[in-house]
């Protein structure tokens, strides 16, 4: 065979080898047959769905369009602004700062059965983020009563909101409670702003660990913030504030004796998310100072209350009133959302109620018992007048003194006296309380602990406080009280009074006192 031969041979089995690598790589997939095939390792993009129609405060239901609910069609027909010319004259008369917002709705029953509705499943919100609950307001034609299968009923909804308030949104909330899945929102405003409730709101400025301890309150004009996201202002203080309170109603009671009214008023804003709510409510605060007793509100009529909810970025102003001695100084505004925090030692904010507080009066020494530790431990030898008894909590007890009344008396001191059965006159005794605990959350003794007994296994008798002698009050280290616990007898002559502080009936706990009158 020639060389011509061999390289001819030699070629031809190079381009064989070629031809078959080029198959194994198409069969295989490494060389792309027609269009490449889509990227595998590429992130795909998640579509943002807006929130349905009417089902968030973020996008209500267009003005004059009807929305489904459960079993309702409802729909805004007309919205009339500062209407109180259109209500009935025998509202009372509102303050400068409110309006009345009226809403023609029409309803009809889209269900299988009759459907009952009333004016207090509807809300009103706006551009405060406020949710305005029905008021009080006779208004002719109301939406309320039963709606039959495919009926429709075309009716009027009150409200009373403050006045400039805009992008108002009515909220039908069968539940009664927001966020619900089934609250549906609807423009009460022809012309809304479409984004009013749809950007994100600024976080507090406040430090969280502002005003967390009664002994470093937040000062008055710097805000707070609670574990509920409320921010909390206080704005201005008013002290002797009797004569502003009894200008606000005729219904509202002076002071007791010793002491006086305080009125402080206050700003709010809810830093919350989505459609949390925020409710702002008088029982939520209460009054500290000086004397170390924590004040608990009075029952009053209040213009500008400071009450209501609030929406994320809602804002608020208001007044709230507490009775406190009148030798009080450096008070404290206390905010407990959960009613317990006091007690706890959490969740709880402080903030100063007084211009120019004084801080030194937040560390006196706590003085010691004088208390004997076998002083009213028994029945058989019970603490006589004057004699101090140290109880659980180290809370000191000691029986100023007591006085029997005549079987009329209707009247002791400041004290009006409930009647009583004839044969049956009151005693009236008068105890000093002091709490002397090196723990730094509230103590209080309990009126209903008391019980007074005749000697020798005799009748038993359970008290009556006497209003505002602060036996019901809670207080800190150092506070000192007097009250006045009133027992209806049927007899004269020594009696025992116990005190019970756990309810448990622990004979071990029990304190014992001699009575005299």
Do not use: C
């Not at 967390?212 to 008055?220: K, T, V, Y």
């Not at 009133?321 to 959960?338: G, H, S, W």
């Not at 009126?447 to 002698?469: C, D, M, N, R």
């Amino acid at each position: 065979m020639t060389r011509g031969q061999i390289a001819l041979l030699v070629l031809l089995g190079v381009l064989v080898l070629a031809v078959y690598t080029v198959l194994g790589l198409l069969v295989t997939g490494r060389i792309p047959i027609g269009l490449p095939p889509a990227p595998t390792d590429l992130p795909q993009a998640t579509p943002t769905l807006a929130p349905a129609l009417a089902t968030s405060r973020q996008n209500p239901m267009p003005f004059g369009q009807p929305v489904l609910t459960e079993n309702l069609q409802i729909r805004i027909v007309k919205v009339y602004r500062d209407a109180w010319s259109l209500i009935s004259p025998l509202n009372a008369p509102l303050e400068d700062s409110l309006e009345v917002v009226l809403l023609e709705v029409e309803a009809t029953n889209e269900s299988g059965q009759a459907v009952s509705i009333s004016p207090g499943v509807f809300r009103l919100t706006g551009s405060s983020s406020r949710l305005y609950q029905r008021p009080p307001l006779i208004v002719d034609d109301e939406l309320r009563g039963t709606i039959e299968v495919g009926d429709t009923i075309t009716e009027t909804l009150g409200f009373v909101i403050e006045r400039g308030e805009d992008n108002l949104v009515l909220a039908y909330i069968p539940s009664g409670a927001v966020p619900d899945p089934t609250t549906r929102w609807l423009w009460a405003d022809e012309t809304p702003d479409l984004q009013a409730f749809a950007e994100a709101f600024i976080s507090p400025t406040a430090s969280p660990r502002a005003g967390g301890s009664r002994l470093a309150p937040a000062l008055m004009h710097a805000p707070v913030v609670a574990d509920d996201q409320l921010e909390i202002t206080v704005l201005a203080v008013e002290r002797e504030a009797w004569p502003s309170i009894q200008e606000m109603s005729p219904f509202n009671q002076p002071p007791e004796s010793g002491m006086e009214y305080v009125l402080v008023h206050l700003r709010t804003r809810f830093f919350g998310e989505d459609d949390d709510l925020n409710s702002v409510n008088w029982w939520s605060f209460r009054m500290t100072g000086s004397e170390n007793i924590l004040y608990p509100n009075p029952s009053l009529i209040l213009q500008d209350e400071l009450k209501g909810e609030l929406f994320p970025g809602g804002e608020m102003e208001g007044h709230l009133a507490f009775q406190v001695r009148r030798d009080e100084e450096n008070l404290i505004l206390v905010y407990d959302p959960t009613g317990v925090g006091v007690k706890l030692g959490q969740g709880v904010r402080w903030l100063w109620a007084a211009e120019t507080p004084d801080y030194a009066l937040l560390r006196r020494p706590v003085p010691a018992s004088s208390a004997l530790p076998i002083s009213g431990r028994t029945s058989q030898q019970p603490a006589p007048p004057g004699v101090p008894v140290l109880v659980e909590g180290q809370m000191e007890l000691m029986v100023e003194g007591a006085v029997l009344l005549e079987e009329d008396a209707a009247i002791w001191e400041r004290w009006n006296l409930a009647p009583i059965e004839p044969g049956y006159r009151y005693l009236v005794v008068t105890m000093q309380i002091r709490n002397l605990s090196d723990v730094e959350r509230p103590q209080s003794v309990h009126w209903q602990g008391f019980v007074l007994q005749e000697p020798y296994g005799g009748a038993f008798y359970k008290a009556t406080v006497l209003g505002g002698s602060e036996v019901e009050g809670e207080t800190f280290p150092g506070a000192t009280l007097e009250a006045h616990l009133a027992f209806p007898v049927a007899r004269d002559g020594q009696f025992l009074l116990s005190y019970d502080p756990t309810g448990l009936r622990d004979a071990e706990t029990f304190r014992w006192f001699a009575i005299a009158p």
